[in-house]
């Protein structure tokens, strides 16, 4: 069956883990047919970083990364 977004959420932390990419927090979440979209954002102390965010797209299907961008704001 189809993920639900939380567990979405979980993979792609361990997706962005494997990269070694640690200390993110899921910030934002839109789920639209097979797919959620998660904006995850670096955290530290309880503080978020806005300006660095990883945007997944993750089918909830297949546990596929269809897109992934990193966008940081200096």
Do not use: P
């Not at 997706?15 to 995850?40: D, H, P, Q």
């Not at 309880?46 to 300006?51: E, K, L, R, W």
């Not at 299907?61 to 961008?69: A, G, I, M």
């Amino acid at each position: 069956g189809d993920l639900s977004e939380q567990e979405c959420i979980n993979n792609g932390l361990e997706f962005l883990s494997a990269m070694g990419i640690e200390n993110m927090k899921a910030v934002w979440t839109e789920t639209n047919g097979t797919y959620t979209t998660v904006n995850y954002a670096y955290e530290k102390g309880g503080v978020i970083f806005y300006g660095d965010l990883i945007k997944l797209n993750i089918c909830r299907e297949k546990v596929k990364f269809s897109e992934w961008k990193l966008k940081i704001i200096i």
